[in-house]
Structures are given as C-alpha cells and as structure tokens.
C-alpha cells in the first residue's frame, strides 16, 4: 500500500502562486511499482480532471491546456515528493486538488488509471 499526502494549498489572489507538494510512502515495493504520478482538481459541480502528470520511468511530463504555461509538476524521486508549482493562478484554479498514484498502464489524464490517491487539499483564488 502507499500513503499520499497533499500540502502547501491556501487561499491566494489572483496572479499569486502557490505550491503544492505529495509525499508518498509504503513499502518500498509497493513505491516502486508506480509508473505513473499525476495532479487532478476538482471544482463543485465538475467533474475531476487532470491538471499534469509525470511518468515516472522516463521523466515525461504533461500538462493540461488550462494550465499549460503556468503550472509546473515535478517530482524528487529520492524523496518520493511530487510537486506542482502554480504560477499566474486565476479564480478559475480554484478546487480541490488531489496527488494520485498508478501502477497501471494508460493516459496520464484518466482517473480509472490511478491506485491511490490523497485526501486532497484545498486552493482557492479570489479575484
């Protein structure tokens, strides 16, 4: 099993950043079996979509649309950290926001795909 642990939401102006930052831990099998780590978000009344991902094998990083340009994943793999650094946010950002987990094959943006997930954390952008 694998624990994930969100931190670093708040509340922030617009054009403000913030940093979000997931630990994991768990046996050390079950921690390297992850091929797959992403940040979703999830508005009230939306459906939970990815904002960017990273494979961990490769070291490929994506990143939605909406964010594209503003938002940064990056993960410390010796410290089993995943970051996403938020630049420029916009009252639009505003959700909860969860790190997940997946040792399973598939597109980075599909929630199916993830094991374990965070108990999620909250941002929100006032204008």
């Known amino acids: 099993q694998v624990e994930l642990v969100e931190s670093g939401g708040g509340s922030v102006q617009a054009g403000g950043s913030l940093t979000l930052s997931c630990a994991a831990s768990?046996?050390?099998?079950?921690?390297?079996?992850?091929?797959?780590m992403a940040w979703f978000r999830q508005a009230p009344g939306k459906e939970r979509e990815g904002v960017a991902g990273?494979?961990?094998?490769?070291?490929?990083?994506y990143h939605a649309d909406s964010v594209k340009g503003r938002f940064t994943i990056s993960r410390d793999n010796a410290k089993n950290i995943l970051y996403l650094q938020m630049n420029s946010l916009e009252p639009e950002d505003t959700a909860m926001y969860y790190c997940?987990?997946?040792?399973?094959?598939?597109?980075?943006?599909?929630?199916?795909?993830?094991?374990?997930w965070g108990q999620g954390i909250q941002v929100t952008v006032s204008s």
């Open positions: 997940a987990a997946s040792t399973r094959g598939g597109n980075w943006y599909r929630t199916y795909k993830y094991d374990y």
């Open positions: 768990g046996y050390t099998d079950s921690i390297d079996r992850i091929n797959c």
């Open positions: 990273t494979y961990i094998g490769t070291g490929v990083t």
